[in-house]
């Protein structure tokens, strides 16, 4: 089974990327759905995105935030048939070895919203920071080193899409929040975007395909 949030995430990015690039992405909405609801186990299930996002290459941009949205899923819905404590077994160690190097920071803001959700909270960008990651804490010196130009840049919650765009392009090549910075930004500027808004941000997106598709399951997972 798909989680309903996590099936409103995959067809609002599938129709992002299809307005913002042309590529009928909407068109693969079925055989995704298909996947992510499959009863197969997990390394299955990654084994077979893979193979999807392969048999797409246009597509590929979105591959690992779609990992994430798999993950999340698993979580949500997956975890559910099997044992109480199988996040804790050996095998679920060794799935997570095998898939230290696959998805995004994507996915941690997505259980953010999870909590959010649980919590009855609105997500905001110092909630998401100091609360859910704990930059803060010195134990949690990872968070921070990854999250450091979002930390360095919390003044761009109350700037123009323009702005943001500019810092994110001066982000380091090698950093986790690279591509990220931009929509993750934006959401947190106003969750719940009109037409007008959105079509600003989509105006001065660094990569509009990929910022607007990220913003998408973003924006419909919160809903």
Known sequence: MTDPKVSKALSGALQAFTTYDGFDAVALNAKFEALFSSDDDFMKKVDALDELFNDNPKLEELHEVFFDLLMVNFFSEDVKKLEDDYLDTPEWEEIEEQTLDRGTELLNLLLYLNECEDEGIDPELDDYLKEFLLVDEDEFQDEYRIYEPV?????????PAAEIAKVADTLDEDSELKELFYPMICFFQNPELDAAEEKNIADN???????????AILISFNS
């Not at 360095?152 to 700037?159: F, G, K, R, T």
């Open 151 to 159: 930390i360095a840049n919390q003044i761009l919650i109350e700037s």
């Open 205 to 215: 997106a660094v990569a509009p395909a990929f910022d607007m598709a990220v913003l």
